[in-house]
């Protein structure tokens, strides 16, 4: 049985940083997909960051890059979001997601929802301005 679990969520105030982490039991993440996905109280769910099996390439929306980085740990089995310079606009519930998708994709495909298929229950974060 897959199962995703994501942690680090919290209150921080507008510049600071936080790091989400992304736990599976069931899967290998090296061989998935993985995304990271936000989602604020009456908006749908958006990509945030994404990163292709094996860990390259990763993929950005335009409103975090430059701030946000998701690596993998292949050790621990998870993909981890670095959240710097946090702004208010990025609060929201944060989850984390598995799938497949082809190699070589335009970023907004790589950040679609609807290629993920294994979903946690997320994680809170909200940002004080």
């Known amino acids: 049985q897959v199962q995703m679990v994501e942690s680090g969520g919290g209150l921080v105030q507008a510049g600071g940083s936080l790091r989400l982490s992304c736990t599976a039991s069931?899967?290998?993440?090296?061989?998935?997909?993985v995304g990271w996905f936000r989602q604020a109280p009456g908006k749908a769910r958006e990509g945030v960051a994404g990163?292709?099996?094996?860990?390259?390439?990763?993929y950005y929306a335009a409103s975090v890059k430059g701030r946000f980085t998701i690596s993998l740990d292949r050790a621990k089995n998870t993909v981890d979001l670095q959240m710097d310079n946090l702004q208010s606009e990025d609060t929201a519930m944060y989850y984390c997601?598995?799938?497949?998708?082809?190699?070589?994709?335009?970023?907004?495909?790589?950040?679609?929802?609807?290629?993920?298929?294994?979903w946690g229950q997320g994680t809170q974060v909200t940002v004080s301005s």
């Open positions: 997601a598995a799938g497949t998708i082809p190699p070589a994709v335009a970023t907004a495909w790589a950040l679609a929802p609807a290629q993920y298929s294994a």
């Open positions: 990163i292709y099996a094996g860990g390259d390439p990763t």
């Open positions: 069931g899967l290998t993440l090296d061989d998935h997909a």
